[in-house]
């Protein structure tokens, strides 16, 4: 009725039970290949090369972040144990040899948030990464994980985030060798990664 008054001692209805706003992500897992130290610095130095002929300013990952994703886990509040579970169960069952890995494009990821990642990519298939994705999906599917669906894949590696949208540009090869995967949790807003699980390509 008009004109009533909300008894202040009573809750609000965001405060009631089924009416808690959303909780922001805190836990991110994915499974992924990381260069070994001597190919991340090297990696990390050439993308400095690159940052400077582009004229671009945003800061470089520290060489310890540079990775390929191979399969994103999801984004939670909190570690999800089962997640965890089923990714090991998943990526035990995996037997491939190492690979060798060139990137020959480097390009902007367009996003809307003001910054955008600038990648490394190929402008070839590159068939050993789409078998090992591919092995892994089939192998997650079969140990149930829990997982957001991924219809497509486009190996790259983010060197930098930067308010420039860069098309695509050829550069010389950029290559390394993967000898394992590994599963992370990365703790969102804390720039950290903490390895879960180490599987050797060999």
């Known amino acids: 009725m008009s004109g009533a008054r909300r008894n202040p001692s009573a809750p609000l209805q965001g405060s009631l039970p089924g009416f ?6 805190t836990d991110r897992l994915f499974l992924g290949l990381f260069p ?6 090297r990696l990390s130095q050439q993308a400095h090369g690159l940052r400077e002929r582009f004229g671009l ?3 470089l990952l520290a060489p310890e972040r540079l990775h390929v994703t191979l399969h994103h886990l999801g984004d939670h509040v909190g570690l999800r144990e089962d997640i965890v ?3 090991r169960n998943a990526a035990d069952t995996v037997h491939l040899p190492p690979m060798e890995i060139a990137f020959d494009q480097v390009m902007s990821f367009a996003t809307h948030r003001g910054t955008h990642p600038l990648v490394l990519c190929s402008g070839q298939p590159h068939e050993a990464l789409r078998r090992l994705w591919q092995t892994l999906d089939l192998a997650l599917q079969r140990a149930a994980c829990p997982k957001p669906r991924s219809g497509s894949f486009t190996p790259h590696m983010t060197l930098l985030y930067d308010r420039e949208n860069m098309p695509v540009q050829t550069v010389e090869p950029l290559t390394w060798t993967a000898r ?3 599963l992370v ?3 969102l807003g804390q720039t950290r990664h903490i390895v879960l699980g180490r599987w050797p390509l060999r």
Request: charged share 20%.
């Open 180 to 182: 394992e995967f590994v």
């Open 36 to 41: 070994d130290a001597g190919d991340a610095a």
């Open 85 to 87: 579970s089923a990714a």
């Open 20 to 25: 808690e706003p959303p909780q922001r992500p």
């Open 185 to 187: 949790h990365s703790l």
């Open 57 to 59: 300013a945003g800061h």
